[in-house]
């Protein structure tokens, strides 16, 4: 029972699923970091300023400041995240090859229309 159960295991672990998921859970912690390095930049660069002319010490201390810092971190989290994935999805159009069943379908459905055009030439 225990080899099978360890055979089980290994199998599972080998299918790739939980490697990938491994590898995006690392990718995705290092990236946070990236995110609020970039979150707190906006933050400083824009804000404070403004809040220092506006005379605030913290947004937090407004009645809805800790929603407003939270909104705020999600709009530049998301803004940087639809940038990072826009570049990805350009980078892989430019490097992907021409799939061979798209190419295969293609022909296959030129070939029908050339049989079906003599076909009916010949009013068969």
């Known amino acids: 029972m225990g080899k099978g159960l360890g055979r ?9 699923n939980v490697v990938d ?8 912690a290092a990236f946070t970091k990236v995110v609020q390095a970039v979150v707190e930049l906006f933050t400083t660069a824009a804000l ?3 809040m220092a002319e506006l005379g ?12 407003l ?5 999600f709009v530049v989290v998301a803004a940087v995240v639809f940038v990072v994935v826009k570049s990805v999805e350009r980078l892989r159009h ?7 069943a798209a ?3 293609k022909q296959l459905a030129q070939a ?11 009013r068969l």
């Open 8 to 16: 089980e295991f290994l199998d599972f672990i080998n299918r790739g």
């Open 21 to 28: 998921l491994a590898v995006a859970v690392i990718i995705g």
């Open 48 to 50: 404070n300023p403004t």
């Open 56 to 67: 605030i010490d913290s947004i937090s201390s407004w009645p809805a400041g800790n929603l």
């Open 69 to 73: 810092v939270a909104l705020l971190n």
């Open 94 to 100: 430019r490097t992907a090859k021409p799939d061979p």
């Open 103 to 105: 190419e295969s379908q």
């Open 112 to 122: 029908v229309e050339r049989l079906s055009a003599a076909l009916e030439e010949r």
